[in-house]
Structure formats: structure tokens, C-alpha cells
Nanobody, 121 residues
């Protein structure tokens, strides 16, 4: 059974930084591409960033390019999202998930509890 546990969210002022973590279990993490998605009330969940199973390739939504960095530690079955220069429009619940990098869509329709990020202006 796949388990995804996100953490690291919080309240931060615009221009600040946060580092999100996602611990994954129940899957062969070392050969699974992983991604971060986010959702705000009334909107569809959107792709934020993705990383290939070996970590060599990363992908970002245009809205976060140059500000966010995705990384992974396969020894810890954990994927990270370093978020810098945060903006109020980055406010959302952030989720990690196994991802199809060619379509930037989740591999399964399964989600953890997410972690809330709130950026104040």
C-alpha cells in the first residue's frame, strides 16, 4: 500500500522560504519518478515540479521556475521541495505523488494528507 506523508508547510511572509519533505513507502521509490502538486480551494490540483527516478531530470511549472527546486534522497525514500522567494499566489496545500513526467500527471489517483503553505503579503 502506497503511503505518502508530506511535511514542512507553514506560514511565511512573501519573499521567504520553506522546505517541504515527502516520505514515501509501499513503492519502489528508487525507480519511481516523483512530483509535487498543489491545490487551492475551488481549483484543480496543478503540477508544480517533478524529478526523474535517478534525479538527473527535473521539471517545473512556469510559475515556480527559478524559485523552487525539487530533489530526492532515495536512501531515505524522500523527495523535497525547496521553495524560495515565495509569493502569496503560492499559497496552497502541497502534495507529493508518483508522477508521469511526460504528461506531468500523477501516476495514481492516490494522495497523502498534504501540507499547507500560506504566504502572507
Amino acid at each position: 500500500q502506497v503511503q505518502l506523508v508530506e511535511s514542512g508547510g507553514g506560514l511565511v511572509q512573501a519573499g521567504g522560504s520553506l522546505r517541504l519533505s515527502c516520505a514515501a513507502s509501499g513503492l519502489t521509490f528508487s525507480v519511481t519518478s516523483m512530483g509535487w502538486f498543489r491545490q487551492t480551494p475551488g481549483k484543480e490540483r496543478e503540477f508544480v515540479a517533478g524529478i526523474s527516478w535517478g534525479g538527473a531530470r527535473t521539471y517545473y511549472a512556469d510559475s515556480v521556475k527559478g524559485r523552487f527546486t525539487i530533489s530526492r534522497d532515495s536512501a531515505k525514500n524522500t523527495v523535497y521541495l525547496q521553495m524560495n522567494s515565495l509569493k502569496p499566489e503560492d499559497t496552497a496545500v502541497y502534495y507529493c505523488a508518483p508522477v508521469r513526467l511526460d504528461t506531468r500527471t500523477p501516476l495514481y489517483d492516490y494522495w497523502g494528507q498534504g501540507t499547507q503553505v500560506t504566504v502572507s503579503s
